[in-house]
């Protein structure tokens, strides 16, 4: 009776399949693989055993999330095949395979796990799409300082040392204005005279002036 059961179960899995997982289906997913474009050259082919391991990592990630290690491959239904590697599945409970799990719960199920499903098959978010799941985004940068601090920091800085500079500038410049300068330059009184060190002297030879008439006639009778 087991054995007639088991054969009426595996005839009926098909049918089944059939039945869950069609296009368009509201629990489904369509996945692209652009396998050529990722690899070039070392691409390797799509083959009945890329897609058992598909569902494997599919199951994986699903039991991961759900905490239910009842997952297997059995309950990853794959259907829409094509030649350009693309095709529908999804996923139905271990409790009744009859039943689909929700939709919300298999696109978690991938978020999470996105990034040991692509390395499954040295593939990125761009090259294996789950359409209608957005790809991945990092995880923002956090700095432990905010870099607008960092920049604010730099600009008070150098308003700091402009004001400064500033303050030093005009206090060395007040400070040469009241030093008295220690060789005063002579000056000029416009009449002939000059003052130096405070003292007046008259200017020889500039102005008319009598000469001493002692003086010219000794040397005149000096001559003869």
């Not at 290690?69 to 990853?76: G, L, M």
């Not at 939709?103 to 040991?116: G, S, T, Y």
């Amino acid at each position: 009776m087991r054995c007639v059961w088991m054969v009426c179960v595996l005839c009926l899995a098909p049918a089944v399949a059939a039945i869950l997982c069609k296009p368009d289906v509201t629990d489904g997913y369509k996945v692209r693989l652009s396998i050529k474009t990722a690899l070039g050259d070392d691409a390797y082919e799509w083959s009945k055993s890329e897609l058992f391991l598909f569902r494997a990592v599919l199951a994986f990630a699903v039991q991961r999330k759900t905490n239910n290690v009842n997952y297997d491959v059995s309950n990853i239904l794959v259907c829409d095949e094509t030649e350009r590697v693309s095709f529908w599945f999804v996923v139905t409970t271990p409790d009744n395979t009859s039943e689909l799990l929700p939709k919300l719960v298999v696109e978690n199920a991938i978020r999470e796990n996105r990034h040991r499903i692509n390395s499954a098959f040295l593939l990125t978010d761009q090259t294996l799409d789950f359409v209608g799941i957005n790809p991945t985004l990092a995880a923002p940068i956090e700095y432990d300082t905010p870099p607008w601090l960092i920049v604010f920091g730099v600009v008070m800085g150098v308003v700091c040392a402009g004001i400064v500079a500033l303050l030093v500038s005009t206090f060395l410049q007040k400070k040469r204005a009241k030093k008295p300068s220690a060789d005063p330059v002579d000056d000029e009184d416009g009449s002939g005279s000059i003052v130096g060190n405070g003292i007046l002297c008259e200017r020889i030879g500039d102005k008319d002036g009598t000469y001493n008439q002692g003086f010219t006639d000794d040397d005149r009778f000096t001559k003869l």
